[in-house]
Each structure stands twice: as C-alpha cells, then as structure tokens.
C-alpha cells in the first residue's frame, strides 16, 4: 500500500512522517486490501493541527476522517480512532454479509425441493355460485374447487385486481 505524508504551512520532519505511517500500519489489521492512503497535516493561523486521511478501498471506495487539535500527535491519534471505527464498522458488514450470503444460499438449496402434499377434495354436495363465494370467504383458502347446481366442476379465486375469478 502507498502512503503520503503531506504537510501544509508546516514543515514535516521523519519522526512526524514516521508517526503518520504507523497510524496507517495500525489499521491495516482489518485486512480491507487498502490501495493508497494520503494523510494532510495542516497547521493553521491559531496553532491547531488539522488532520485528513484519505484511504481508498476497493469496493467501499473512499474513507475520509478529519481531526483537529492542538497537538499533532493527538491530532493524528483522534484521527485514528475515527478511522479504526470507520474501518473496523466496514470490516464486520462484510463478514457478516459473507456469513448470512452463505446461510442463504443454503436455505436456497433446502427450498428448491417441492414436496405435494394431497388435500381431500371435498366436492360431492352441489353448491350455488352464491353459497360457493360464501363458503371461499369463510375458509381463507386461495381457491375453491366446487361442484355447481349443473353438476359441473368449477374453481372459485381471488385475482390480482382483488375480485373474484371463477372457472
């Protein structure tokens, strides 16, 4: 991974390079394959640090975090704890996603096996049209299989516009 160091209004010794690059060494723990990291050091007019890590991630894109103190050193540490937060939130999204794509795949694998399962068919007592939408609304079924005042054999449903269809 590369890692720039850059200093505004502020001339930056090795100790402070160094310092910066180990707060980036500490957060690669979260294994996130970080491709480049920019750290910006700015002093500004009152004396305080202002600090800004840039880290970009494959697939998450970019991490920004900014700190501002008075101290350098504590400047860059409240910037790493913003960072390590960031990262760490990030890190357990993706296990967590991986382990429940795993689970769902396997709950996938379970339901594609249909099972029939036989129901009796109880049609021998002849039913008006109005007795059989009657009976289908008491019974919560999805559909009503019914022998009409004909003798006919005939299906009663709910369609998708919310009337009743009937065969």
Known sequence: ???????????????????????????????LGILHSVITIEKDKRDFFNIEIIMNIPEKGTAVVHSRDKDMYAALDLAKDKLEKLLRRYHDR?????????????????????????MPLDIEKPLSIE??????????????????????????????DGKLGLY
């Open 1 to 31: 991974m590369n890692t720039t160091v850059v200093g505004r209004n502020i001339e930056l010794t090795e100790a402070m390079k160094a310092y910066a690059r180990k707060v980036i060494d500490e957060v690669e723990k979260y294994n």
């Open 94 to 118: 993706i296990t967590d996603h991986y382990v429940n794509k795993d689970r769902l795949e396997e709950l996938l694998v379970e339901e594609e096996e249909d099972e029939v399962v036989e």
């Open 131 to 160: 007795e059989a939408v009657e009976e289908y609304k008491k019974s919560g079924l999805y559909f009503m299989v019914f022998k009409d005042t004909n003798g006919e054999k005939r299906v009663i449903y709910r369609r998708k």
